[in-house]
């Protein structure tokens, strides 16, 4: 269904771009995903799938994680398409750089029909990767959603910053892409086989092949880098602060998930072949990724590079579920991939949303929001969006009895009962000290004084009902877990039984 609406963007855009505004594409984009997450979910038959079932010669294997996962992104997909085609009601954001949005032709602002396309492909490379059942298909699918989001971090052309971190963001992810085409040919060349069925069956079969283990380590060293796990994190600061705003909503969750669940599906190599060295470089990968998340993220005052910092934290948290790789660690892996996406996808939201009515207000000099003292005072100004962002930062910080909390309760006891106390302790101690960076933005949200002296009520804009609409929901979601965690807890235990007993 995604690839017959990546065709039919094509067409329609290279016919009607020029008479029918560029908000529309973006709509049927929205609808386009919403029909493939009803498809996805529509042939969830576990009993039918079973272990997977191959397709395209055996190129890729559809099982019931995939489909779940598929689900999952079409949905997270069309989200952050709603925050980049509108974030206001009757006005748009300009394009300058840091909050670009597809905007209105009247305005004499530039149109960027491209960009729900490109969000397409990403989507469609995205969900071939968690398919993917060869290392053909495993390398041009992470090729066609990584050229799609390079290109995404460079359309707004007219920003010299989102050009310079679209390029440093080209560069260093080619470097990530050899490492994984380097590991995939000596994989081959090693044992002639790009099937994983095949090199799972000869894994099992045969003793230790330190030359395959040093294949298959480069393999994941090159989605370490993708993922923005330490020590491969250092283009993740100045790409995602340059790049506009809701380029930056969608290279910090949507790469993310298909990675890690991909890593998730790949593991069956290490479980057959009881590789240590794997689990050490993930285990080694998680305390340096909550480390440098941390300590980093102390020491911001761009609220984006804070919350870049803040998601190789909790990318720390994800790496050390990898590692255990049980029936406790997947589950505690999927629920905190599930829930720690949603809350990012509100914390966009609801700074572009700051950033769209400071702009309303005539304080165009303060939109978009790029430093944390910009936002000084805003819950007096706007007091749910206000509200709405410290339980997002409550969630992310771990505090209970929010959703985030039990995130990190799930893996942290996943790891106790696995024997990684040190990492456990860690996890902790570094959960606490980030908590001030942001307690830090909720004190300057909710106490700090306002920036300017004009009375809020003066040329108050209003956000459009999409955007308010899909903050109240996620935040409301974040609070109603607390109320009845049944239906998320079981719909992900489910998926881990599936994973593991068929």
């Given at each position: 269904?995604?690839?017959?609406?990546?065709?039919?963007?094509?067409?329609?855009?290279?016919?009607?771009?020029?008479?029918?505004?560029?908000?529309?594409?973006?709509?049927?984009?929205?609808?386009?995903?919403?029909?493939?997450?009803?498809?996805?979910?529509?042939?969830?038959?576990?009993?039918?799938?079973?272990?997977?079932?191959?397709?395209?010669?055996?190129?890729?294997?559809?099982?019931?994680?995939?489909?779940?996962?598929?689900?999952?992104?079409?949905?997270?997909?069309?989200?952050?398409?709603?925050?980049?085609?509108?974030?206001?009601?009757?006005?748009?954001?300009?394009?300058?750089?840091?909050?670009?949005?597809?905007?209105?032709?009247?305005?004499?602002l530039s149109v960027l029909a491209e960009y729900p396309l490109i969000a397409l492909f990403s989507v469609l490379g995205m969900s071939s990767l968690i398919s993917s059942s060869d290392?053909?298909?495993?390398?041009?699918?992470?090729?066609?959603?990584?050229?799609?989001?390079?290109?995404?971090?460079?359309?707004?052309?007219?920003?010299?910053?989102?050009?310079?971190?679209?390029?440093?963001?080209?560069?260093?992810?080619?470097?990530?892409?050899?490492?994984?085409?380097?590991?995939?040919?000596?994989?081959?060349?090693?044992?002639?086989?790009?099937?994983?069925?095949?090199?799972?069956?000869?894994?099992?079969?045969?003793?230790?092949?330190?030359?395959?283990?040093?294949?298959?380590?480069?393999?994941?060293?090159?989605?370490?880098?993708?993922?923005?796990?330490?020590?491969?994190?250092?283009?993740?600061?100045?790409?995602?602060?340059?790049?506009?705003?809701?380029?930056?909503?969608?290279?910090?969750?949507?790469?993310?998930?298909?990675?890690?669940?991909?890593?998730?599906?790949?593991?069956?190599?290490?479980?057959?072949?009881?590789?240590?060295?794997?689990?050490?470089?993930?285990?080694?990968?998680?305390?340096?990724?909550?480390?440098?998340?941390?300590?980093?993220?102390?020491?911001?005052?761009?609220?984006?590079?804070?919350?870049?910092?803040?998601?190789?934290s909790h990318v720390g948290f994800l790496l050390l579920a990898l590692a255990i790789n049980n029936e406790e660690s997947v589950e505690s892996f999927l629920f905190y991939l599930i829930?720690?996406?949603?809350?990012?996808?509100?914390?966009?939201?609801?700074?572009?949303?700051?950033?769209?009515?400071?702009?309303?207000?005539?304080?165009?000099?303060?939109?978009?929001?790029?430093?944390?003292?910009?936002?000084?005072?805003?819950?007096?100004?706007?007091?749910?969006?206000?509200?709405?962002?410290?339980?997002?930062?409550?969630?992310?910080?771990?505090?209970?009895?929010?959703?985030?909390?039990?995130?990190?309760?799930?893996?942290?006891?996943?790891?106790?009962?696995?024997?990684?106390?040190?990492?456990?302790?860690?996890?902790?101690?570094?959960?606490?000290?980030?908590?001030?960076?942001?307690?830090?933005?909720?004190?300057?949200?909710?106490?700090?004084?306002?920036?300017?002296?004009?009375?809020?009520?003066?040329?108050?804009?209003?956000?459009?009902?999409?955007?308010?609409?899909?903050?109240?929901?996620?935040?409301?979601?974040?609070?109603?877990?607390?109320?009845?965690?049944?239906?998320?807890?079981?719909?992900?235990?489910?998926?881990?039984?599936?994973?593991?007993?068929?």
């Amino acid at each position: 269904m995604v690839l017959f609406g990546v065709l039919t963007m094509i067409l329609a855009i290279a016919l009607f771009s020029l008479r029918i505004p560029a908000i529309y594409f973006n709509r049927i984009t929205i609808i386009l995903l919403l029909f493939s997450a009803l498809l996805s979910y529509n042939s969830l038959y576990i009993d039918l799938i079973g272990s997977g079932v191959g397709v395209f010669g055996g190129l890729f294997q559809v099982t019931t994680i995939t489909q779940s996962i598929d689900v999952f992104i079409y949905l997270v997909g069309a989200l952050v398409l709603l925050l980049s085609a509108r974030a206001g009601g009757a006005q748009t954001l300009p394009s300058n750089g840091s909050n670009s949005t597809l905007v209105n032709k009247s305005k004499g602002l530039s149109v960027l029909a491209e960009y729900p396309l490109i969000a397409l492909f990403s989507v469609l490379g995205m969900s071939s990767l968690i398919s993917s059942s060869d290392l053909v298909s495993m390398f041009l699918s992470i090729e066609l959603q990584s050229f799609a989001v390079y290109i995404l971090a460079t359309i707004y052309r007219e920003s010299e910053s989102a050009t310079a971190a679209g390029l440093k963001y080209f560069l260093l992810g080619s470097l990530s892409s050899a490492l994984i085409l380097l590991g995939s040919s000596l994989l081959y060349g090693f044992t002639g086989l790009t099937s994983f069925e095949g090199l799972y069956m000869l894994c099992s079969t045969t003793t230790a092949n330190t030359a395959i283990e040093i294949s298959v380590l480069l393999i994941m060293v090159g989605l370490l880098f993708k993922v923005s796990a330490a020590p491969f994190h250092n283009w993740a600061p100045d790409v995602y602060d340059g790049v506009p705003t809701v380029v930056t909503t969608w290279l910090t969750t949507m790469p993310k998930i298909a990675f890690l669940v991909f890593i998730l599906e790949f593991q069956g190599f290490t479980q057959l072949a009881n590789w240590s060295s794997w689990t050490y470089l993930l285990l080694i990968s998680s305390l340096l990724s909550l480390l440098v998340g941390t300590i980093g993220g102390l020491a911001q005052y761009r609220i984006k590079r804070l919350l870049t910092y803040s998601t190789i934290s909790h990318v720390g948290f994800l790496l050390l579920a990898l590692a255990i790789n049980n029936e406790e660690s997947v589950e505690s892996f999927l629920f905190y991939l599930i829930q720690y996406t949603l809350t990012n996808i509100n914390v966009f939201f609801i700074l572009v949303a700051f950033g769209y009515l400071l702009q309303t207000k005539g304080l165009s000099v303060y939109s978009p929001i790029q430093y944390i003292n910009q936002l000084k005072g805003q819950f007096k100004a706007n007091p749910l969006l206000g509200l709405s962002l410290a339980i997002c930062l409550f969630s992310m910080a771990g505090i209970p009895p929010l959703v985030g909390f039990f995130g990190k309760q799930m893996v942290l006891y996943a790891a106790t009962h696995n024997g990684n106390f040190f990492l456990a302790f860690v996890a902790i101690l570094v959960s606490v000290v980030s908590a001030a960076y942001y307690l830090r933005v909720i004190k300057v949200i909710h106490f700090d004084p306002l920036n300017v002296t004009e009375t809020v009520q003066t040329n108050k804009g209003e956000l459009a009902t999409s955007s308010s609409l899909v903050i109240a929901t996620i935040t409301l979601l974040l609070i109603f877990f607390i109320i009845n965690p049944t239906p998320l807890l079981n719909s992900v235990h489910l998926i881990t039984l599936n994973l593991f007993y068929w």
